[in-house]
């Protein structure tokens, strides 16, 4: 019994270490990183390098499924992008309430015979609408199939090189697209960009504008606030400097279209975002395809986290399923030196960290309760453990919303900032618990294809 339990503290020690140190490490590279991009990049910078000499035209995919209560904020804001020449292609999949409907009223829609290339295999297409007032708004109705199945019949419907995929309870900075697209411009062998995504529940917005930026009201939407920070600020900053970034949000992302079309585009899977970033680092090193994937540290894109814990649920298990059936998919590229510093770190990160780690974790906590019931705990290493693990995490949640304040200055009253710090200083107090067994249950599932769709948020 001695053994097991000496053995069980030091898995347990090595993953809190491993893990934790991975947060730390990664906290301070994102801290520097951050603060290099704006020593070099100003926005008459951006304005220079997207003259109308070396712009490359965009297209927005907005993927919908019954968004009547969002769409049309969505689409204002879009439709009033600081940008030299776009289209936005809306893809209604189906929707069984009536946002095709408040789309034709208020962008009066009328049938249109466009031709659609069918590059990439999707659901069939009904009509086509172009709106009278906005000459570069398309809708495309089509039958149900899904996110992925709307996102390429947006890219089937796109006319222009580059496609950015947006979701359509989300509103974009007004030069959002400028600072994603300047890296196309800088750098020709990018092919995919993504910026930093915030949460917008507890906000007003008017017109398609936030006027006022506030953290929300409930409990569960201001830890999902925190999570957004320390995974985005430190995260997906760090993984873009060690050139192994492996997902990119499907909130909000810039892609080559042609390189979408040469890998068949989106798979069918709930985790398409990172899905298509592991194919496309996958395709590329095959094909001695020089590329790069960016992560820009810019606060460009607003989105509505779920509001309750019952679609908060849905959202990490499809999350979770998602990461799991890309890891499998991609599962020749585990270790292979063939791909880089992807799979000798990228994958195995993920495949450790973010796919085992609740299990590691869970099993710490059963562990700790079954020698506390049968009365071999070692209540010092117990203590100890998890005192330094709470403030361990605490000082990483804390750090990270500070150093967020710090650079992009979001919040207007102080009480906003240290309401957020206590949540960070909470967090670890049963909801990373909770969102760990989340994790830990969907990780058994991802063979599931169900979406899951979350209840938004009120803003």
């Known amino acids: 019994m001695e053994i097991l339990i000496l053995v069980f503290q030091a898995v347990i020690l090595t993953y809190f270490l491993f893990l934790n140190g991975f947060y730390t490490f990664f906290t301070l590279i994102s801290l520097v990183q951050v603060r290099n991009y ?13 003259s109308p000499s070396y712009y490359r035209p965009i297209t927005i995919v907005v993927p919908a499924y019954n968004e009547e209560s969002t769409i049309i904020n969505n689409l204002k804001s879009l439709l009033s992008l600081k940008y030299p020449q776009y289209e936005v292609v809306v893809v209604d999949d189906g929707s069984t309430d009536g946002t095709l409907q408040r789309l034709k009223k208020e962008f009066r829609l009328v049938e249109t015979q466009k031709p659609i290339k069918l590059v990439i295999s999707h659901k069939a297409i009904k009509k086509v609408y172009l709106s ?39 509103i974009l900075d007004k030069e959002g697209l400028l600072r994603a697209a300047r890296q196309f411009v800088i750098d020709k062998r990018v092919i995919s960009t993504g910026g930093i995504i915030r949460v917008l529940n507890g906000s007003k917005v008017e017109k398609g504008e936030i006027v006022d930026y506030h953290p929300p009201r409930r409990m569960v939407e201001n830890f999902q606030v925190v999570e957004y920070i320390r995974g985005f600020l430190s995260g997906r900053t760090a993984w873009n400097y060690l050139g192994s970034l492996l997902i990119i949000s499907g909130t909000f992302a810039l892609f080559r279209k042609d390189l979408a079309i040469a890998v068949g585009g989106y798979r069918e899977t709930v985790g398409e975002d990172m899905d298509l970033i592991v194919r496309f680092h996958k395709y590329c090193r095959e094909n001695h395809i020089p590329y790069r994937i960016l992560f820009v540290p810019d606060p460009v894109c607003y989105t509505q986290v779920p509001s309750d814990f019952k679609s908060l649920w849905k959202q990490r298990n499809r999350w979770q399923r998602g990461l799991v059936d890309s890891l499998y998919f991609s599962r020749k590229m585990f270790l292979n030196p063939r791909y880089g510093t992807v799979g000798l770190f990228g994958v195995p990160y993920f495949l450790f ?82 969102i760990s067994f989340f994790r830990f249950w969907a990780s058994f599932q991802f063979r599931r294809k169900k979406w899951g769709k979350a209840k938004r948020g009120q803003i």
Request: charged share 15%.
């Open 38 to 50: 704006y020593s070099r990049v100003t926005f008459q910078d951006i304005r220079s390098h997207l």
């Open 132 to 170: 009278l007032d906005f000459g570069h708004l398309i809708v495309v109705h089509k039958e149900n199939g899904g996110k992925t199945d709307a996102l390429n019949a947006g890219i089937n419907a796109s006319s222009y090189p580059l496609f950015c995929s947006i979701d359509a309870d989300s």
């Open 353 to 434: 960290v973010e796919t085992l780690g609740p299990m590691v974790e869970l099993l710490g906590y059963v562990g700790f309760l079954l020698f506390l019931v049968f009365g071999v705990l070692n209540w010092t290493f117990a203590l100890l453990f998890f005192v330094v693990a709470i403030l361990w995490a605490m000082w990483i949640n804390i750090g990270s919303i500070l150093v967020d304040e710090l650079l992009y200055k979001r919040y207007k009253r102080f009480r906003d900032v240290m309401k957020l710090c206590v949540f960070g200083l909470i967090e670890m107090l049963g909801y990373r618990q909770m």
